[in-house]
């Protein structure tokens, strides 16, 4: 159940290499089991783009990494991984997308092999909050992504509405929040996202609610942008 809630945290229209901001950010993550807190970054490399999240505490640490393009038509991705200690934990996983088989194949805690289209974007949980953003930037404030099943493979399509705006306070200051919700017809999990439009949509953060838990994900501190 705690690897599920995770993913979320760290869960087409055309987007540019220059449309979202890069960032160095340190994020809370709070549940009924766990609080840690991590870096959260989003960079430039040599043959594209990274965005991580690494977290630890005294009795566990975690690394979530992206790898990934960004084209003309959107994002391309490469390669999602997972490492969680304490190793016995057995949370590791690797996920490779291969364009020349059109096959993204996990390895790890879950293995599985799925088609995927190469025509449409498919994302992670990662670098979905990407595409979010960018989305936004655009005013683009009802939209779908295609993200891939972590357990189990194949592609699933999420649903994503603003559905207002809010005044939220970080580091004494005040920011206009778009409020996004994520939406999955049949479900009672309800995820809601505060993005501050003055940070380029950042998300200040991210609220994930079922009958079972409430967790949250918040900014704590921004170390760079831009």
Same mark, same amino acid.
């Given at each position: 159940?705690?690897?599920?809630?995770?993913?979320?945290?760290?869960?087409?229209?055309?987007?540019? %290499? /220059?449309?979202?901001?890069?960032?160095?950010? @340190?994020?809370?993550?709070?549940?009924?089991?766990? &609080?840690?807190?991590?870096?959260?970054?989003? @960079?430039?490399?040599?043959?594209?783009?990274?965005?991580?999240?690494?977290?630890?505490?005294?009795?566990? !640490?975690?690394?979530? *990494? !992206?790898?990934? %393009?960004?084209?003309?038509? +959107?994002?391309? !991705?490469?390669?999602?991984?997972?490492?969680?200690?304490?190793?016995?934990?057995?949370?590791?996983?690797?996920?490779?997308?291969?364009?020349?088989?059109?096959?993204?194949? !996990?390895? +790890?805690?879950? $293995?599985?092999?799925?088609?995927?289209?190469?025509?449409?974007?498919?994302?992670?949980?990662?670098?979905?909050?990407?595409?979010?953003?960018?989305? #936004?930037?655009?005013?683009?404030?009802?939209? &779908?992504?295609?993200?891939?099943?972590?357990? $189990?493979? +194949?592609? /699933?399509?999420?649903?994503?509405?603003?559905?207002?705006?809010?005044?939220?306070?970080?580091?004494?200051?005040?920011?206009?929040? *778009?409020?996004?919700?994520?939406?999955? $017809?049949? *479900? *009672?999990?309800?995820?809601?996202?505060?993005?501050?439009?003055?940070?380029?949509?950042?998300?200040?953060?991210?609220?994930?609610? %079922?009958?079972?838990?409430?967790?949250? #994900?918040?900014?704590?501190?921004?170390? &760079?942008?831009?």
């Amino acid at each position: 159940m705690m690897y599920k809630i995770l993913l979320i945290f760290f869960i087409s229209f055309s987007v540019f %290499s /220059e449309d979202v901001t890069l960032y160095k950010a @340190k994020y809370q993550f709070d549940s009924e089991e766990i &609080s840690i807190t991590g870096i959260r970054e989003f @960079k430039k490399t040599d043959d594209g783009y990274e965005l991580k999240f690494r977290a630890s505490n005294i009795v566990a !640490s975690m690394f979530f *990494s !992206s790898v990934f %393009s960004i084209n003309e038509y +959107g994002i391309k !991705s490469s390669k999602y991984v997972i490492k969680i200690r304490p190793k016995f934990l057995k949370r590791d996983q690797s996920i490779n997308f291969n364009y020349e088989t059109q096959v993204v194949e !996990s390895s +790890g805690r879950n $293995e599985w092999k799925s088609d995927f289209k190469i025509d449409e974007i498919t994302v992670d949980p990662l670098n979905a909050q990407i595409m979010i953003r960018s989305n #936004l930037k655009k005013n683009i404030n009802n939209f &779908s992504l295609n993200l891939i099943n972590m357990q $189990e493979g +194949g592609i /699933e399509k999420f649903d994503y509405k603003v559905t207002g705006i809010e005044e939220c306070k970080f580091k004494e200051k005040i920011y206009n929040c *778009s409020i996004l919700e994520r939406i999955r $017809e049949g *479900s *009672s999990r309800k995820t809601t996202y505060y993005l501050a439009k003055e940070l380029d949509y950042m998300f200040l953060k991210i609220t994930d609610v %079922s009958e079972d838990w409430t967790n949250t #994900l918040e900014l704590k501190e921004i170390l &760079s942008f831009g």
